[in-house]
């Protein structure tokens, strides 16, 4: 099956050309501090905990939890195994954090390995928990905003193999059949792969229901009904379980694929032979079908050779195809503009071997040669020295995973949808509405650009709902950055440093006094602000997450609370 030709269509009514920059304002943000009774439950890396997979989902995890159904509310686990509420109604009677659950044991004093407990808020009224060794835990929260302070009361918990952290959950009803999502992530030693790091990244898509006791007189018992295990060789960016469980939607920088479901391995059909039995295959038993970022190819009424969305755009006038020998068929495709050399002709299919010709193998020892050399750049003053940055041309980048969002159908685990994210770097995700799947912020140039998937569409189901000027190139150049979000309402969006500084960028605003801007000779009618907030601490930001009217900032012992808007 073809996937669809998928892109991300920017809204170009959401773009401002006009826009100069931000202004540095002054105005002091009001920030209260609670100091917590106990520390955050942070775990930090242990020393087999090396690699870049496992900062980037242990080391930089967020420990703050936002509730998407219930503004101004967070959650966070500390020390004692405490799940703990605060909610803001005013800001300067801020009271202390409340309980809503306590593990019945001590994660810590487990033995083997342990991660950061995490929470997903599932629902309205449910929640989802992980104490960080293996167990998974569905809790009753009853409706929060209206009685934040009821004990959440534990329905189902189970131990679920080796530790893991919550990325998503939700949860939904079929025939009185009460459903949750959860999506688990895992960093695991991996002994096949021994010339990476050693280890592999897994996405397990678990269901629980409560399907199971239906008597007249029986209680209905919660259980796991189905578990479906995705692997891939990088933490994802973002992952996320569609609406109903239809399917699931991950962002990658090295693609995904569901390998086992019920610890059973899914059985890959075999590998179609790209080539053309000599049996008097003629021109006319080719099916050949080239777009400008589509390819299908095959013999016959066969399933096809290739079937999907191209790497990279080409030229479809230039590009040709031909039975070579009278045994195989030979694929021309022309680039529609030079780029780095691809990985693979069409996304997802890692079949085939990437051969470079001798011009281009020699081109690379010649601009490598310097690695090699005895002397560091022994004569700097030569006409070309050994290495200038400025030089390096796309035959320098060696060819590389492209980073890629993809849609899995839910019945059939196959991919439905790509699109190749290329320069797109991801920035943060974020819940804009509770009801959908959570949005995501991607660099489009110097910009940022929110998208809000929609998989319910049938064209364009991933929307570009707002834009961030010049939030791309900002956020860049803040190189101790360690998380970034926005309001849900857009107003503004934030980034943090890991140690005490936190910058708010707000949209632009009309200004009440004329200014004029005298390189352009034009008045001004808005100006876009910028605000820097120091806090006053010396731990380290160990979560970040913001609310239309505020911003909360967690460390070991404080929680922060930043009135951004009135």
């Known amino acids: 099956m073809a996937l669809p030709n998928c892109s991300l269509k920017v809204n170009r009514e959401l773009l401002d050309p006009s826009f100069e920059s931000y202004r540095l304002s002054l105005d002091s943000i009001p920030t209260y501090n609670v100091e917590l009774d106990a520390a955050v439950a942070e775990v930090k890396l242990k020393d087999s905990q090396y690699t870049l997979d496992h900062v980037r989902a242990f080391g930089m995890y967020n420990y703050l939890h936002i509730d998407p159904w219930y503004e101004d509310s967070v959650y ?277 071997e990437y051969l470079m010709t001798d011009e281009q193998k020699s081109q690379l020892q010649q601009r490598l040669s310097y690695l090699t050399a005895e002397d560091l750049n022994p004569n700097p003053e030569k006409d070309k020295p050994p290495c200038n940055a400025q030089e390096l041309e796309d035959c320098d980048m060696f060819p590389e995973d492209s980073s890629t969002l993809m849609r899995f159908d839910g019945a059939t685990l196959k991919p439905t949808n790509v699109v190749s994210l290329g320069s797109n770097q991801f920035l943060f995700s974020v819940y804009i509405d509770p009801t959908e799947m959570p949005a995501f912020c991607l660099r489009h140039d110097v910009d940022a650009l929110l998208w809000q998937p929609r998989p319910n569409q049938d064209n364009d189901i991933w929307e570009h709902i707002s834009t961030f000027n010049a939030l791309g190139y900002v956020q860049a150049s803040k190189r101790d950055k360690k998380f970034a979000t926005c309001a849900p309402n857009f107003s503004y969006s934030a980034l943090c440093e890991c140690l005490r500084r936190v910058f708010i960028y707000r949209q632009p605003t009309p200004v009440d006094t004329v200014l004029f801007n005298r390189k352009q000779g034009r008045q001004v009618g808005q100006v876009a602000k910028q605000q820097v907030a120091n806090l006053d601490t010396n731990d380290p930001v160990l979560g970040f997450r913001a609310t239309n009217e505020r911003l909360f900032v967690l460390t070991a012992n404080n929680l922060f609370v930043l009135k951004v808007n009135n």
Request: hydrophobic share 35%; aromatic share 6%; net charge negative.
């Open 76 to 352: 966070f686990v500390d020390s004692k195994g405490r799940v703990l509420n605060l909610t803001v109604t005013l800001d300067t009677a801020l009271g202390k954090p409340c309980e809503m659950f306590r593990f019945e044991s001590d994660p810590s004093s487990c033995e083997g390995e342990q991660l950061c407990a995490s929470l997903s808020l599932t629902s309205a009224t449910w929640a989802t928990l992980s104490d960080g060794t293996g167990k998974l835990t569905l809790l009753r929260t009853s409706k929060r905003g209206e009685s934040s302070h009821n004990k959440w009361e534990p329905v189902f918990s189970e131990r679920l193999g080796e530790p893991f952290i919550i990325v998503h959950s939700l949860d939904h009803m079929l025939s009185h059949v009460h459903t949750i999502e959860v999506l688990l992530l895992r960093v695991q030693k991996d002994p096949s792969d021994t010339k990476g790091s050693g280890f592999s990244v897994s996405l397990e898509w678990i269901t629980v229901d409560n399907s199971a006791g239906q008597g007249e007189n029986e209680e209905r018992k919660y259980g796991v009904r189905k578990r479906r295990m995705m692997k891939g060789k990088c933490v994802p960016h973002y992952a996320a379980v569609e609406p109903q469980g239809k399917g699931i939607i991950v962002a990658s920088e090295k693609p995904f694929t569901f390998t086992e479901v019920d610890g059973l391995p899914l059985e890959e059909p075999p590998a179609e032979e790209m080539e053309v039995e000599n049996s008097g295959t003629t021109k006319d038993d080719i099916r050949f079908k080239l777009t400008v970022d589509c390819l299908r190819v095959g013999v016959g009424d066969h399933a096809p050779l290739l079937d999907g969305q191209l790497f990279a755009p080409v030229d479809p006038e230039a590009s040709t195809w031909t039975i070579k020998d009278d045994k195989s068929l030979e694929v021309s495709l022309q680039k529609r503009s030079e780029g780095p050399l691809w990985s693979e002709v069409v996304l997802g299919d890692r079949r085939g």
